[in-house]
């Protein structure tokens, strides 16, 4: 009996589906970004032996990938809050994250600073130390974006949307909140490799 | 019951899409894949006028690089005083027809509009995955254009460091003019492009992989969808890469960084920066560059295909072959790069690999243009404006294929790199094939875009008068190659051993011009069948994809009832034993007992049964 037409559940299953996909296709292609700039990094490094990082990355950084971890988490706990329809602890432990994603911002501006002190300029004739820049500012990029996924998640079960949809918009925000994760500690410990 | 059919009818399907639907939410801001397509390609078709229209301007400075054109100065100002093209905007020229041709077109124009068109139609879905994406797609695309076009109208001109905008030329405004405020828009648009590329093979790769109806397994999926989808996944991995690529640029411009920037002198003053390398821009650049010329070409393959079989009245030769071609080509496309670079320093050993890579390509390429030959051998052909395109593409991706087996040896590139022999080469294999597929899909597809027919007399006309300017235009660029007469120069007249080769220019700017204007038959063709052609019939190819199930009046999500299921591959042409010369993918094999063969089953038992029984009492004798 497998021959019938496709009912409307199915559709938006399967829409569903395609959607999430669609994310991952996307972090694919992010990554791809990123893979260019390591390849451009380790080209451009190995240039001439005046290149390279040539500084001790920041603490600022240990700190910085310890909140995206814990953010990590506390959306997870969020996401399977929101699964069991506990929505209360949802609210709660999602707007934590929003919170743990700012702090991760503020934190890697920080970092900056304590770059620019340590004599290390985005303005620089051995621009291995322009890419710690690079990769970080443009990881920042994407951070801002996850922080709107975020909290759009959030408004979404501030208004009450059918359970459905929350738990797809969780789903979507957290599987990109884990790669953005990911991605900040790839980063990092590309760096600290090349340090 | 498993089979309680809910029903499913559009205006149901509309309850939870759109609710009302106003002339913005259905002509301009659409998140239907029909209308999508259909701006796609009407973007897509003014760009190439526009496009078009640099180049002849560009010919006639080649042509007559000594006389006068008052009426050059009329319309182009001070870009063209005294009626002669200045040097610098020629340059700009070459660049953004490059640009607008390769992106805007051929990528956008071509992809864009077909890929959205009939991935969800062949394949029976009711849109795209994300159909909001998809309208985001092509807004950002819209921009592009905008901003690129807007270029023109900078006091500085537009960016004129060439298609490839190598640095430095591209990273220091200062270094002429069009590397000023007109190389800013030129990143600027190419950034949005490359935004609205990536949203839109997101959702096509998606919705092939998710969205297929039932029965639409992966092996009775069309050409033209193989190809899209490969071309998607080509896309996707390559794109991001110009973006980290363009990242740097701009900051090299903009900020002072150096990561391609070393040892420079502009108007008797060092720079500061140092330490960079143009070369990583090289890298970077040609790892989307290469990869970007399948993404041209593969969707006119695909559309050809689909053409060719069609209206050869005959399965296509070597499916499977097909596919695995086009994998071929997706995989081998990404480690090719460097033969763009044979003549950068490149370690000899280096460019050995990159040569073997290069010329194994030529495996798949040829494998796909053998298959096309097999496929027209002794088929019912007929010849549509959409099949004379088609074979037209075949035509030029043989003899533009054929040079790039010379130019991909390094050591032959050293004497033909940079010369009109890769001008011959690629606007050849890549840009007339690539525009005649894409022709071949306008004139095949538009019953279904528009609901009407295009004028056939004018078909040939345009289909003559393009395939042979188009071999006037580019073929005697072959010889100046040879002869080692380099691309973009302003003036052959500057340099004796060129000289000789202008009345060979003239020839080629009368072909580019005729050509030219054998255009104007196609866009009255076009717009006007828009509203006066002939009404088209449901399937007026009798062709066998799903898309020509759907009713010729367009509705939101495709189908009025249930979406067909699929139950055999899309090139059951002239299968013997049946009544029609084409079986459409959602007829059973219930319904067609007198042309079943038994590999039709693919080793289900039970259909072999019951279809052995039936040949038996019908005494139908099935040879092999």
Same mark, same amino acid.
Not at chain 2, 419 to 437: D, E, K, W
């Given at each position: 009996?497998?021959?019938?037409?496709?009912?409307?559940?199915?559709?938006?299953?399967?829409?569903?589906?395609?959607?999430?996909?669609?994310?991952?296709?996307?972090?694919?292609? $992010?990554? $791809?970004?990123?893979?260019?700039?390591?390849?451009?990094?380790?080209?451009?490094?190995?240039?001439?032996?005046?290149?390279?990082?040539?500084?001790?990355?920041?603490?600022?950084?240990?700190?910085?990938?310890?909140?995206?971890?814990?953010?990590?988490?506390?959306?997870?706990?969020?996401?399977?809050?929101?699964?069991?329809?506990?929505?209360?602890?949802?609210?709660?432990?999602?707007?934590?994250?929003?919170?743990?994603?700012?702090?991760?911002?503020?934190?890697?501006?920080?970092?900056?600073?304590?770059?620019?002190?340590?004599?290390?300029?985005?303005?620089?004739?051995?621009?291995?130390?322009?890419?710690?820049?690079?990769?970080?500012?443009?990881?920042?990029?994407?951070?801002?974006?996850?922080?709107?996924?975020?909290?759009?998640?959030?408004?979404?079960?501030?208004?009450?949307?059918?359970?459905?949809?929350?738990?797809?918009?969780?789903?979507?925000?957290?599987?990109?909140?884990?790669?953005?994760?990911?991605?900040?500690?790839?980063?990092?410990?590309?760096?600290?490799?090349?340090? | 019951?498993?089979?309680?059919?809910?029903?499913?009818?559009?205006?149901?399907?509309?309850?939870?899409?759109?609710?009302?639907?106003?002339?913005?939410?259905?002509?301009?801001?659409?998140?239907?894949?029909?209308?999508?397509?259909?701006?796609?390609?009407?973007?897509?078709?003014?760009?190439?006028?526009?496009?078009?229209?640099?180049?002849?301007?560009?010919?006639?400075?080649?042509?007559?690089?000594?006389?006068?054109?008052?009426?050059?100065?009329?319309?182009?100002?001070?870009?063209?005083?005294?009626?002669?093209?200045?040097?610098?905007?020629?340059?700009?020229?070459?660049?953004?027809?490059?640009?607008?041709?390769?992106?805007?077109?051929?990528?956008?124009?071509?992809?864009?509009?077909?890929?959205?068109?009939?991935?969800?139609?062949?394949?029976?879905?009711?849109?795209?995955?994300?159909?909001?994406?998809?309208?985001?797609?092509?807004?950002?695309?819209?921009?592009?254009?905008?901003?690129?076009?807007?270029?023109?109208?900078?006091?500085?001109?537009?960016?004129?460091?060439?298609?490839?905008?190598?640095?430095?030329?591209?990273?220091?405004?200062?270094?002429?003019?069009?590397?000023?405020?007109?190389?800013?828009?030129?990143?600027?648009?190419?950034?949005?492009?490359?935004?609205?590329?990536?949203?839109?093979?997101?959702?096509?790769?998606?919705?092939?992989?998710?969205?297929?109806?039932?029965?639409?397994?992966? /092996?009775?999926?069309?050409?033209?969808?193989?190809?899209?989808?490969?071309?998607?996944?080509?896309?996707?991995?390559?794109?991001?890469?110009?973006?980290?690529?363009?990242?740097?640029?701009?900051?090299?411009?903009?900020?002072?960084?150096?990561?391609?920037?070393?040892?420079?002198?502009?108007?008797?003053?060092?720079?500061?920066?140092?330490?960079? #390398?143009?070369?990583?821009?090289?890298?970077?650049?040609?790892?989307?560059?290469?990869?970007?010329?399948?993404?041209?070409?593969?969707?006119?393959?695909?559309?050809?295909? +689909?053409?060719?079989?069609?209206?050869?009245?005959?399965?296509?030769?070597?499916?499977?072959?097909?596919?695995?071609?086009?994998?071929?080509?997706?995989?081998?496309?990404?480690?090719?790069?460097?033969?763009?670079?044979?003549?950068?320093?490149?370690?000899?050993?280096?460019?050995?690999?990159?040569?073997?890579?290069?010329?194994?390509?030529?495996?798949?390429?040829?494998?796909?243009?053998?298959?096309?030959?097999?496929?027209?051998?002794?088929?019912?052909?007929?010849?549509?404006?959409?099949?004379?395109?088609?074979?037209?593409?075949? #035509?030029?991706?043989?003899?533009?294929?054929?040079?790039?087996?010379?130019?991909?040896?390094?050591?032959?590139?050293?004497?033909?790199?940079?010369?009109?022999?890769?001008?011959?080469?690629?606007?050849?294999?890549?840009?007339?094939?690539?525009?005649?597929?894409?022709?071949?899909?306008?004139?095949? /597809?538009?019953?279904?875009?528009?609901?009407?027919?295009?004028?056939?007399?004018?078909?040939?006309?345009?289909?003559?008068?393009?395939?042979?300017?188009?071999?006037?235009?580019?073929?005697?660029?072959?010889?100046?190659?040879?002869?080692?007469?380099?691309?973009?120069?302003?003036?052959?007249? +500057?340099?004796?051993?060129?000289?000789?080769?202008?009345?060979?220019?003239?020839?080629?700017?009368?072909?580019?011009?005729?050509?030219?204007?054998?255009?104007?038959?196609?866009?009255?063709?076009?717009?006007?069948?828009?509203?006066?052609?002939?009404?088209?019939?449901?399937?007026?190819?009798?062709?066998?994809?799903?898309?020509?199930?759907?009713?010729?009046?367009?509705?939101?999500?495709?189908?009025?009832?249930?979406?067909?299921?699929?139950?055999?591959?899309?090139?059951?042409?002239?299968?013997?034993?049946?009544?029609?010369?084409?079986?459409?993918?959602?007829?059973?094999?219930?319904?067609?007992?007198?042309?079943?063969?038994?590999?039709?089953?693919?080793?289900?038992?039970?259909?072999?049964?019951?279809?052995?029984?039936?040949?038996?009492?019908?005494?139908?004798?099935?040879?092999?």
């Amino acid at each position: 009996m497998g021959n019938i037409a496709m009912n409307l559940e199915e559709e938006i299953q399967q829409t569903r589906k395609a959607k999430k996909f669609n994310l991952w296709l996307g972090i694919i292609g $992010m990554f $791809m970004m990123f893979a260019a700039l390591s390849s451009g990094f380790i080209v451009y490094t190995a240039s001439g032996v005046d290149k390279g990082i040539k500084t001790i990355l920041p603490q600022a950084f240990i700190y910085s990938t310890l909140t995206i971890v814990l953010s990590s988490i506390t959306l997870h706990l969020a996401y399977s809050a929101a699964k069991l329809g506990n929505i209360g602890r949802q609210k709660l432990l999602l707007l934590v994250t929003v919170v743990l994603g700012i702090i991760f911002f503020v934190v890697q501006v920080q970092a900056w600073k304590v770059l620019t002190e340590q004599g290390v300029y985005f303005i620089n004739n051995n621009a291995s130390q322009s890419f710690i820049y690079v990769f970080t500012g443009l990881h920042l990029l994407h951070i801002v974006v996850g922080i709107l996924v975020l909290l759009r998640a959030l408004t979404g079960v501030l208004k009450g949307i059918p359970q459905g949809d929350n738990v797809f918009r969780m789903d979507l925000a957290t599987v990109f909140w884990h790669f953005l994760d990911l991605l900040w500690i790839y980063i990092y410990v590309f760096l600290l490799l090349n340090q | 019951m498993s089979s309680t059919v809910i029903s499913h009818d559009a205006g149901h399907h509309d309850a939870h899409g759109h609710h009302h639907e106003t002339f913005l939410t259905k002509y301009i801001f659409s998140q239907d894949h029909k209308m999508i397509a259909k701006q796609f390609l009407i973007t897509g078709i003014i760009m190439a006028v526009f496009a078009m229209l640099l180049s002849l301007l560009f010919r006639i400075q080649l042509a007559w690089p000594d006389k006068d054109f008052p009426i050059l100065e009329v319309f182009l100002g001070k870009w063209a005083e005294g009626g002669r093209i200045k040097p610098e905007f020629f340059l700009s020229l070459v660049t953004i027809h490059g640009t607008m041709m390769v992106f805007f077109v051929l990528t956008a124009g071509l992809s864009g509009t077909f890929s959205n068109l009939l991935i969800p139609y062949q394949l029976g879905a009711r849109d795209m995955a994300s159909p909001f994406m998809n309208m985001l797609s092509y807004w950002f695309f819209f921009v592009a254009c905008v901003i690129m076009i807007g270029s023109f109208f900078v006091e500085s001109g537009p960016a004129s460091a060439g298609w490839t905008i190598y640095p430095p030329l591209s990273a220091l405004p200062t270094s002429i003019a069009g590397s000023g405020l007109g190389m800013s828009l030129w990143l600027a648009s190419m950034v949005l492009f490359i935004a609205s590329q990536v949203m839109g093979g997101v959702n096509y790769i998606s919705t092939v992989l998710n969205m297929r109806t039932k029965g639409m397994d992966l /092996w009775r999926m069309p050409l033209t969808i193989w190809s899209f989808f490969l071309t998607a996944i080509v896309g996707l991995l390559s794109f991001p890469v110009l973006v980290s690529a363009v990242v740097l640029l701009i900051f090299d411009r903009s900020a002072g960084t150096s990561f391609y920037l070393s040892d420079l002198v502009v108007g008797g003053q060092i720079l500061p920066n140092e330490g960079g #390398s143009p070369i990583l821009f090289q890298h970077l650049f040609w790892f989307l560059g290469h990869p970007e010329v399948y993404i041209v070409v593969m969707p006119a393959l695909g559309l050809t295909s +689909e053409v060719i079989s069609t209206n050869s009245r005959k399965p296509i030769f070597g499916y499977h072959a097909m596919v695995y071609s086009l994998v071929g080509i997706t995989v081998l496309s990404f480690i090719v790069w460097g033969h763009h670079m044979f003549v950068t320093g490149m370690n000899p050993f280096l460019g050995g690999v990159f040569m073997i890579t290069t010329l194994i390509i030529a495996v798949p390429s040829a494998v796909k243009a053998f298959n096309y030959m097999a496929t027209l051998w002794r088929g019912n052909i007929r010849f549509t404006p959409a099949m004379m395109f088609a074979i037209g593409m075949v #035509s030029f991706f043989i003899s533009g294929g054929l040079t790039g087996i010379f130019l991909g040896n390094a050591t032959l590139d050293i004497n033909l790199h940079d010369t009109y022999f890769v001008v011959a080469h690629f606007h050849l294999v890549m840009g007339s094939a690539s525009i005649f597929g894409m022709l071949c899909g306008v004139y095949h /597809w538009y019953p279904k875009m528009f609901g009407r027919m295009m004028n056939e007399k004018l078909g040939y006309f345009h289909f003559w008068l393009t395939f042979i300017g188009a071999y006037l235009v580019f073929f005697p660029m072959h010889f100046m190659g040879i002869d080692g007469v380099p691309r973009r120069y302003y003036a052959f007249t +500057e340099f004796p051993f060129m000289e000789k080769w202008v009345s060979v220019n003239v020839l080629v700017t009368w072909a580019a011009i005729i050509a030219g204007l054998g255009q104007l038959a196609f866009l009255i063709n076009f717009f006007g069948s828009i509203w006066n052609g002939k009404k088209a019939t449901q399937n007026p190819w009798n062709s066998n994809t799903l898309e020509w199930t759907t009713p010729v009046e367009h509705i939101h999500g495709n189908w009025p009832g249930e979406i067909p299921t699929v139950y055999r591959w899309p090139y059951d042409y002239s299968k013997p034993g049946h009544d029609e010369d084409f079986i459409p993918q959602n007829v059973p094999f219930s319904q067609t007992m007198s042309s079943n063969m038994m590999h039709d089953f693919e080793g289900d038992d039970e259909a072999v049964r019951i279809q052995e029984q039936w040949n038996k009492e019908n005494n139908r004798v099935v040879e092999g």
